[in-house]
T-cell receptor
C-alpha cells in the first residue's frame, strides 16, 4: 500500500509565525501535491511538484511556498501565517495514468490564532 | 477550468436504504475518481472510471460513468453506518497526468 505521511496532525500557530508542513511518501512517485480543504469550498490545489526541485503553482498559491529537495519529501511553507490560513491541509502523491490514482495523507489541521 | 458539481450536498438515510450521489462535470471527463473521507481524516480512494459507460463495483458501492453527459454516479446498496462520511469526486481534465480537480463533496449520514 502507498503510504503518505504528514508529520503533524494538529498544529496551533500564532499570526506571523513561519509554519512548515512536512509530507513524506514511500512510493518513489515523481508527483506530489498540497491541497487545502475548507467547508463549502472543497479541496483546492495550492502547489504541486513533478520532480525534485521542480514546482508549479496550483489554484491558490498566495501566501504559500514549497520545497522539494528530495523525491520522497514535499514541504509546504507558510512564510507568515495568517488567520485565513486556518484549514485542513492534505498532501498527496501519485500519477493519473494507466489506471493509477492519487493517494492522500491523513491531513494536518492548522489553526492560526 | 474544469468544475465538478456534486449532488446532493448532504444526505441522511436509514440503515439498509439505497442511495445515489451524482457528480457532473463542466467539461469532458477523461478520468473520474471517487474518494471517501471520514471527518478530519485523509481521502481514501474508492474507484476510478475512464471509459464512457464504464461501471465498477466494490462491495456494496457501484460507480458509473456516463461520458456523454459528463456525469458519474455513485450508488450504495443497503447502506450501513460504516458508509457514513464525505464522498468526493475528482476529475482529470486531460492534457496532463498530474492534477485532480474536486467537487465540494457529499456528506452522508446513515442512521442505525
Amino acid at each position: 500500500d502507498v503510504k503518505v505521511t504528514q508529520s503533524s496532525r494538529y498544529l496551533v500557530k500564532r499570526t506571523g509565525e513561519k509554519v512548515f508542513l512536512e509530507c513524506v511518501q514511500d512510493m518513489d512517485h515523481e508527483n506530489m501535491f498540497w491541497y487545502r480543504q475548507d467547508p463549502g469550498l472543497g479541496l483546492r490545489l495550492i502547489y504541486f511538484s513533478y520532480d525534485v526541485k521542480m514546482k508549479e503553482k496550483g489554484d491558490i498559491p498566495e501566501g504559500y511556498s514549497v520545497s522539494r529537495e528530495k523525491k520522497e519529501r514535499f514541504s509546504l511553507i507558510l512564510e507568515s501565517a495568517s488567520t485565513n490560513q486556518t484549514s485542513m491541509y492534505l498532501c498527496a502523491t501519485g500519477v493519473l495514468s494507466s489506471g493509477n490514482t492519487i493517494y492522500f495523507g491523513e491531513g494536518s489541521w492548522l489553526t492560526v490564532v | 477550468s474544469q468544475e465538478l458539481e456534486q449532488s446532493p450536498q448532504s444526505l441522511i438515510v436509514q440503515e439498509g436504504k439505497n442511495l445515489t450521489i451524482n457528480c457532473t462535470s463542466s467539461k469532458t471527463l477523461y478520468g473520474l475518481y471517487w474518494y471517501k473521507q471520514k471527518y478530519g481524516e485523509g481521502l481514501i480512494f474508492l474507484m476510478m472510471l475512464q471509459k464512457g459507460g464504464e461501471e465498477k463495483s466494490h462491495e456494496k458501492i457501484t460507480a458509473k460513468l456516463d461520458e456523454k453527459k459528463q456525469q458519474s454516479s455513485l450508488h450504495i446498496t443497503a447502506s450501513q453506518p460504516s458508509h457514513a462520511g464525505i464522498y468526493l469526486c475528482g476529475a482529470d481534465g486531460g492534457g496532463s497526468n498530474y492534477k485532480l480537480t474536486f467537487g465540494k463533496g457529499t456528506l452522508l449520514t446513515v442512521n442505525p
